[in-house]
């Protein structure tokens, strides 16, 4: 049986303890829409319903209080055991190099996480000029984006990659929809870096003589996502990156067709510095919060 992710747990809790979705949202500091999809996930997964509309409002059913309390009591137990092992000989300074894109939208959304577990690591986040980089000295390990192709190195897969369109609702709203592939043309193709991704996109969705040159290119996932949440244009995005954008609404895609990439998320160390105990642990809880958001592994 698969465990729930630990943060729609933790979003079941403080609504149970607080009634309200919107006073969850902000201990958890999250958006109440956010915090409905990680309450709607868990339904999902659980197979039952725990919430029942009351009026204008929302209340846990009477097994969602039963389900609640006993999750209440395995946090207690995981916060116990955090705050029991810290300082178990897990610290120091580490210094971590991360793609942008990875590095905004989806670490830095969970890194506080690790620090609670671990509270005697002192941790740095550096980017690199190039997705596959791993030349930086002042780095212990690497999240790079590549082939896998790193001599010397000490390189543990990640997780694959596929991308699809995403633009915001209001562009969505602008141009009449997308009723087909082709109609992407309309509006501008937002690249990073080069047109590689859009026209392996075109090309499966059997677009005839698309002209990928045009549109704005970025050197920064950041910017790429920026342009798009703004109405800018069309951008190629994954679910890792783009999940939460998606889930708030401020993205929306308009197609099912996806494409592979060719290049994964890996993680690179030096192979004298892949058993350091801070390295052990920042692999595993990484692994651990890539399998709770439904990142399927390498």
Wanted: charged share 25%; proline share 5%; with cysteine.
């Amino acid at each position: 049986m698969r465990i729930p992710s630990t943060q729609a747990l933790r979003a079941l809790d403080s609504f149970a303890r607080h009634g309200s979705v919107w006073r969850a949202a902000d201990e958890l500091h999250l958006t109440r829409s956010a915090v409905s999809h990680q309450l709607r996930l868990l339904e999902r997964d659980l197979g039952f319903d725990l919430l029942e509309r009351i009026g204008k409002g929302v209340a846990l059913t009477p097994r969602g209080q039963r389900y609640a309390s006993d999750v209440r009591k395995a946090l207690t137990v995981l916060g116990d055991a955090v705050t029991r092992d810290a300082g178990t000989g897990v610290g120091g300074s580490f210094a971590v190099s991360c793609t942008p894109g990875f590095a905004s939208l989806f670490l830095c959304t969970h890194i506080g996480e690790f620090r609670q577990m671990y509270p005697d690591v002192a941790l740095r986040i550096l980017t690199p000029r190039r997705l596959d980089d791993v030349s930086n000295a002042e780095a212990d390990a690497f999240i790079a984006f590549g082939v896998g192709n790193w001599p010397n190195r000490a390189v543990e897969p990640l997780c694959e990659i596929s991308f699809t369109p995403l633009c915001s609702p209001t562009l969505l709203n602008k141009v009449g929809g997308f009723s087909r592939p082709s109609d992407v043309l309309r509006a501008n193709l937002l690249h990073l870096d080069d047109t590689e991704d859009w026209a392996r996109w075109l090309a499966l969705s059997k677009v005839e003589n698309p002209d990928t040159e045009g549109g704005i290119f970025f050197s920064d996932m950041n910017l790429v996502f920026s342009a798009a949440i703004a109405g800018q244009g069309i951008a190629m995005g994954d679910e890792l990156t783009s999940r939460r954008a998606l889930s708030e609404g401020r993205l929306v895609r308009p197609f099912d067709i996806a494409i592979k990439s060719p290049r994964s998320y890996f993680l690179v160390s030096e192979h004298a510095k892949a058993s350091h105990p801070v390295l052990e642990a920042f692999a595993g809880w990484l692994r651990s919060k890539l399998s709770e958001n439904r990142i399927l592994p390498y």
